[in-house]
C-alpha cells in the first residue's frame, strides 16, 4: 500500500498503488519535458472518509523548474532540517500544460489549496486550461554581475521600526512586500521600493482601509506588480 495513515480510516475509498504511484519521479527531473498520459482517472477520494491526516509516499514531490545559476540561492540557515528541505527551484505558479491525467491523480490526494480532493476531473481540467503559458519571466532576469538576484521581503510585523534599513532594503534587485505594506511616513526604515506585491483576499479588503494612508503599492516605474 502506497499510504501510511496517522490513526485509523474507516470506509475510505482508495485508489490501485499502480494508479496513485503513476509519474511521480519524473516530475522532479525534466518539468519541460512532455510527460506520458495515464488514460484512467482515478476514483474521487473525499475529506469525510479521512479521520486523520493521510500521508502518501509522494508528498514531497513536486514540479521544479530549472536549477538556479546563483551559486549562493540559499543562504546558510541555522536550521539544518529546513536547509536540507529547502527545494530552491521549485514551480511556484501553475501553467497550462502542468495538468495531465497522471499529474491530476497525484494531485487528488490532496485538499485544496494543495491539491484537488473532492473536484471532478471534467469540470476542472476546461478552467486549468484557462491558464496561459507564462509568456516572459514573473520578474524581468538581471543579465549582468554573478547570476544572481537579491530580494528583500518586507513583512509587517513591525519588527524594523526605528531599524533605519529602508536604503538598504531598496538596494535590492527585487523588494516584495505583503497584506498591510505600510510605507508611507517610515521609507526610512522600510523602504519606499516594491516589485512584488503579496495579499489575501482579507488584506485587500480589510487591512488597507486600516492602513489606508500608510500604503502606497505600485509607485516605482518599471516594477511589475
Not at 482517472?41 to 475529506?47: E, G, K, T
Not at 540561492?73 to 536547509?83: A, C, G, V
Not at 532576469?141 to 537579491?150: F, H, S
Not at 531599524?163 to 532594503?169: D, F, Q, V, W
Request: aromatic content about 10%; overall charge neutral.
Amino acid at each position: 500500500d502506497v499510504s501510511v495513515f496517522w490513526g485509523k480510516i474507516d470506509s475510505v475509498t482508495s485508489p490501485s498503488p499502480s494508479v496513485s504511484n503513476a509519474m511521480t519521479t519524473d516530475l522532479t527531473t525534466q518539468p519541460t519535458t512532455e510527460r506520458p498520459l495515464r488514460q484512467t482517472v482515478m476514483p474521487m477520494l473525499f475529506r469525510k472518509d479521512f479521520k486523520k491526516m493521510p500521508r502518501w509516499d509522494f508528498d514531497d514531490v513536486y514540479i521544479q523548474d530549472a536549477q538556479p545559476t546563483c551559486a549562493q540561492s540559499l543562504r546558510k540557515s541555522e536550521d539544518e532540517s529546513f536547509t536540507k528541505a529547502f527545494i530552491p527551484n521549485i514551480r511556484l505558479f501553475m501553467y497550462k500544460g502542468d495538468i495531465n491525467i497522471s499529474e491530476w491523480n497525484r494531485l487528488s490526494h490532496f485538499n485544496n489549496p494543495f491539491g484537488f480532493m473532492q473536484a471532478n476531473y471534467s469540470e476542472m481540467k476546461p478552467i486549468l486550461d484557462l491558464i496561459p503559458k507564462a509568456q516572459e519571466p514573473l520578474l524581468p532576469p538581471k543579465t549582468e554581475g554573478d547570476g544572481c538576484v537579491r530580494c528583500a521581503v518586507v513583512g509587517t510585523a513591525g519588527i524594523l521600526y526605528g531599524s533605519g534599513k529602508g536604503k538598504e532594503i531598496d538596494a535590492h534587485d527585487y523588494v516584495f512586500r505583503m497584506n498591510g505594506a505600510v510605507i508611507t511616513g517610515f521609507e526610512d526604515d522600510v523602504g519606499d521600493r516594491t516589485s512584488v506585491y503579496v495579499h489575501t483576499a482579507h488584506s485587500i479588503t480589510t487591512g488597507s482601509s486600516i492602513n489606508k494612508k500608510h500604503i502606497q503599492i505600485g509607485n516605482t516605474k518599471g516594477d511589475k506588480h
